[in-house]
């Protein structure tokens, strides 16, 4: 069983900053794909941010070098740092990543999400 539980998010103003963590726990082997998306009501999921595990990152057009997707392997964890934050940020923050468990499933794993307020 792999669990993947999302930390950081709350209230800021609009221009503030917010640094988003998830970590993953459980019956781990590897991670491969990790990746940050949004959703706001009545839209779709969207990807922010990925990184995989030889660091290759992309991010989405809406972050305009915004923000930051790292991750540290020796805690099985990844991060979002978000700055110059806007309204139009305001969503719930889901972290997804592509684990192979030990038991030799290899799947994408969802954490339940964080919610992310932007607003004066």
């Known amino acids: 069983q792999v669990q993947l539980v999302e930390s950081g998010g709350g209230l800021v103003q609009p221009g503030g900053s917010l640094r988003l963590s998830c970590a993953a726990s459980?019956?781990?082997?590897?991670?491969?794909?990790m990746a940050w998306y949004h959703q706001a009501p009545g839209k779709q999921r969207e990807l922010v941010a990925s990184?995989?595990?030889?660091?290759?990152?992309d991010y989405a057009d809406s972050t305009k070098g915004r923000f930051t997707i790292s991750r540290d392997n020796a805690k099985n964890t990844v991060y979002l740092q978000m700055n110059s934050l806007k309204p139009e940020d305001t969503a719930v923050y889901f972290c997804?990543?592509?684990?192979?468990?030990?038991?030799?499933?290899?799947?994408?794993?969802w954490g339940p999400g964080t919610q992310v307020t932007v607003s004066s």
């Open positions: 997804n990543a592509e684990i192979m468990s030990t038991s030799g499933l290899r799947s994408l794993y």
């Open positions: 459980g019956n781990i082997f590897s991670i491969y794909t």
């Open positions: 990184i995989t595990n030889g660091r290759r990152i």
